[in-house]
């Protein structure tokens, strides 16, 4: 792994490897061994949880960041809640992005896995006319940095 850099803010949160960490100061740092690792707004808290996509993501972050516990249970979950979600879906394009999802959960790229539903969350607010409130791998709040210039209106 190539070493990686994160400027983090001053109470920002971030959790490496189940552990949850609160920057008091502004701060930047380097993970120079495989970790796995969630900050800011890409950590989504329980009571966020109100809708199937969100409780996808939300299950896939458990499978990425928990313990070894949290983690089986975790993916179980994920894999019941996108079944779920693809039979009760009319898009075929969701239903594919979810199998993807759950493909690289279960062969250990939960960072991807919960990139992959972000999308899903950014189609679930558009088509229940929410404002976005999508958990950012950048730590922004874009609604559709990284699926409208491949599919708009998703």
């Not at 899903?120 to 950048?138: F, R, W």
């Amino acid at each position: 792994m190539s070493n990686l850099v994160l400027e983090l803010r001053q109470g920002e949160v971030m959790i490496v490897n189940g552990a949850p960490i609160r920057f008091r100061t502004r701060s930047r740092i380097e993970l120079t061994a495989k970790a796995r690792f969630l900050f800011g707004k890409q950590i989504m808290p329980p009571d966020q949880i109100g809708t199937p996509a969100r409780r996808i993501y939300f299950a896939l972050q458990s499978a990425y960041i928990g313990s070894e516990t949290e983690r089986e249970t975790g993916l179980e979950a994920a894999r019941h809640l996108i079944a779920d979600f693809q039979s009760a879906t009319t898009s075929d394009l969701v239903r594919m992005i979810l199998a993807q999802a759950l493909v690289a959960a279960e062969e250990d790229d939960g960072y991807k896995a919960l990139k992959l539903v972000r999308r899903i969350i950014q189609h679930e607010d558009a088509v229940l006319g929410k404002a976005p409130t999508v958990p950012s791998p950048t730590g922004s709040n874009d609604r559709h940095a990284e699926c409208e210039p491949c599919h708009p209106g998703l």
